[in-house]
């Protein structure tokens, strides 16, 4: 879906940022150009950011290897 149609930004554009790193509204407006136009997009953008921050796995070490190698 497009979230901003002012620079034709979708929310899978925001979500590919959340994976390479990015955290924030600010840094998706200097790197996609999100919200420099009309501005309308950014309340449902920090939504998709959000939700994307909060759905990224982090991990942390490779237990599967560890049981493995014991």
């Not at 920090?46 to 014991?70: D, M, N, P, Y």
């Amino acid at each position: 879906m497009i979230v901003c149609v002012c620079n034709n930004i979708s929310d899978r554009e925001i979500r590919q940022a959340v994976d390479l790193g990015i955290t924030s509204i600010v840094a998706l407006r200097e790197e996609l150009g999100l919200g420099t136009d009309c501005g309308k997009c950014i309340s449902y953008a920090r939504e998709v950011l959000h939700e994307a921050i909060g759905s990224k796995t982090v991990i942390t070490e490779l237990s599967f290897r560890a049981s493995q190698l014991a």
